[in-house]
C-alpha cells in the first residue's frame, strides 16, 4: 500500500476510503474473458471502499491506471464530486474523477486562440455585399477554431442591420453579416470596448449587443441601455475553469458616453475602480484575462500608457492581457510579479483584418496559449504567437492567412 486518502469522490455526501496499491497482475479475481492470462509483474492500483459504521466494504477493487504515481492527492475544488490527482514521477499531473465503473481521466487544459482588430473598411464590405457572404474573412482558420476551446476576436466596429448606417473610417458601421460570419465560424468571445464603439450611437451599440447575446457568444466591454448597472466582467467555464474576462477602451474618438448609461462603453480610467473589480473578479474565477484596446496607432512598440496599465495588471494579479488598437504587431511575453505570480502578455495582436496598406498593418497575429488545471492552482502552460498576412486579391477580396509559425 503506497498511499491511504478519504474523499467524497462519488458525490453521495459521504466519504470513501481510497487507496493506491501496488499489486502483481492487473486483475482481480475475474477478468475480462478476453484476457487468457494475467500480467505477472506488480502495477499500481486504485482500491475504493465505502464506510460502513466501523467497517469497511469494498467498491471498487484493483482498478489499473495505466500509469506510475508518485503522489495522490484529493481536489474538492469542483462539488459535488471529489477528484483524484496523480502525479507521475516526472512532475506531470492528471486529474480523475469518478465514472461509477472505475475512474476516468479529465481534461484539465483550456486552449485559446485570439484575434486583433476585425477593422471592417468599405472595400472589404462592399465585397461581402455584393458576393453575398462574408465567409471569406475567416476561411483559412475554420480548421484551428473547431479545434480550440475559447476563440476570441476584436471587433473593432459596431454592427447595423440598417444600409443607410453603413459606413467607413472615421465613422464606422459595419454590416450585420460580419456578425453572422463570426458566429458561423464559432467564435466564442467578442471584444467590443473600442475607440470606435459610438461610431453609430447608442443604436449600434444596442444592435451589437443583441445579435452576439443571440447567438451566444460572449460580447465584451459595452452595455445595452437598459443594463443600468455596471457590469465590469464576465465569467465563462470549461473544462472546470473559470475565467473572468474584462475589455477596456482607452477612449471613444471623443464621442461621450451618455450620461444616463456611463456603463455603455467600459473605459481604461478609474485606476481605482479597475483595481477593485480586478480583485473581485478573483472571487468568482480561477484566472483573470483583460482585453485592452490602447497604445499608439501604427507603433510597434508598446507607448507609457500600455507600461502604466501593464504595472497596474501585474499588480493586480491579472494572468493574460490581450492588446489591441495600434493596428501594428507589438511583442509579447511572460512577466513576473510577485508571490511568483506570472501575467502572459500580447501588448498589441496588430488588425485581423482591415484595408490600411500601410507597412505595419498588413501583418497580424494569432495568440495561442493554453491555462491548465494543476494541483497548485490555474497555470499558463503554453503560449505563442502565429504571425499572419493580410492581401487583396485582383477582384477585391482581403485574405488574411499565416505568414509562418513563430513559438517561444
Not at 241 to 266: D, K, L, Q, S
Request: some cysteine.
Amino acid at each position: 500500500m503506497q498511499s491511504v486518502l478519504s474523499g467524497d469522490i462519488d458525490g453521495d455526501g459521504e466519504e470513501e476510503l481510497i487507496l493506491l496499491c501496488w499489486k502483481t497482475g492487473r486483475y482481480g479475481r475475474h477478468r475480462p474473458f478476453w484476457v487468457e492470462k494475467d500480467e505477472p509483474g506488480w502495477s499500481q492500483h486504485i482500491f475504493v471502499y465505502e464506510y460502513d459504521s466501523e467497517k469497511i466494504k469494498p467498491k471498487w477493487m484493483s482498478s489499473y491506471i495505466g500509469q506510475d504515481v508518485s503522489k495522490i492527492c484529493i481536489d474538492s475544488s469542483l462539488p459535488p464530486f471529489d477528484r483524484l490527482w496523480l502525479t507521475a514521477p516526472d512532475g506531470s499531473s492528471s486529474r480523475w474523477v469518478w465514472n461509477s465503473w472505475g475512474f476516468a481521466k479529465e481534461d484539465t487544459d483550456v486552449s485559446f486562440v485570439a484575434f486583433g482588430d476585425n477593422l471592417i473598411h468599405e472595400p472589404i464590405y462592399r465585397y461581402g455585399l455584393t458576393t453575398g457572404s462574408f465567409d471569406f474573412l475567416f476561411e483559412n482558420f475554420r480548421d484551428i477554431l473547431a479545434q480550440t476551446d475559447i476563440c476570441m476576436i476584436n471587433q473593432e466596429t459596431p454592427l447595423t442591420d440598417d444600409p443607410h448606417m453603413y459606413g467607413d473610417y472615421p465613422r464606422f458601421g459595419t454590416p450585420i453579416q460580419v456578425g453572422e460570419a463570426i458566429s458561423d465560424v464559432g467564435f466564442d468571445v467578442v471584444t467590443c470596448a473600442t475607440n470606435h464603439a459610438l461610431d453609430r450611437g447608442a443604436a449600434g451599440i444596442q444592435t451589437t449587443k443583441d445579435f452576439f447575446e443571440r447567438h451566444d457568444i460572449v460580447c465584451l466591454g459595452i452595455q445595452k441601455k437598459e443594463e443600468k448597472e455596471d457590469r465590469p466582467y464576465e465569467v465563462i467555464t470549461k473544462n472546470g475553469i473559470r475565467f473572468a474576462m474584462f475589455n477596456y477602451t482607452y477612449g471613444t474618438n471623443g464621442i461621450r458616453i451618455p450620461a444616463e448609461n456611463p456603463h455603455m462603453v467600459h473605459l481604461l480610467k478609474d485606476e481605482e475602480k479597475i483595481r477593485k473589480d480586478l480583485i473581485s473578479a478573483r472571487q468568482d474565477a480561477d484566472v483573470v484575462l483583460v482585453f485592452a484596446h490602447w497604445g499608439t496607432e501604427y507603433e510597434e512598440k508598446p507607448d507609457i500608457l500600455q507600461e502604466k496599465w501593464t504595472q497596474i495588471f501585474l499588480e493586480s494579479k491579472v494572468d493574460v492581457v490581450i492588446g489591441t488598437h495600434p493596428h501594428a504587431l507589438q511583442p509579447h511575453t511572460i512577466l513576473q510579479g510577485n508571490d511568483d505570480h506570472q501575467m502572459l502578455i500580447y501588448y498589441s495582436l496588430g488588425n485581423f483584418i482591415s484595408a490600411q496598406d500601410e507597412k505595419s498593418c498588413v501583418k497580424g497575429g494569432m495568440a495561442e496559449f493554453t491555462i491548465s488545471r494543476t494541483p497548485e492552482g490555474c497555470k499558463i502552460s503554453s503560449y505563442g504567437l502565429r504571425p499572419l498576412t493580410i492581401t487583396r486579391r485582383e477582384d477585391g477580396q482581403y485574405t488574411v492567412d499565416f505568414q509562418s509559425t513563430v513559438y517561444f
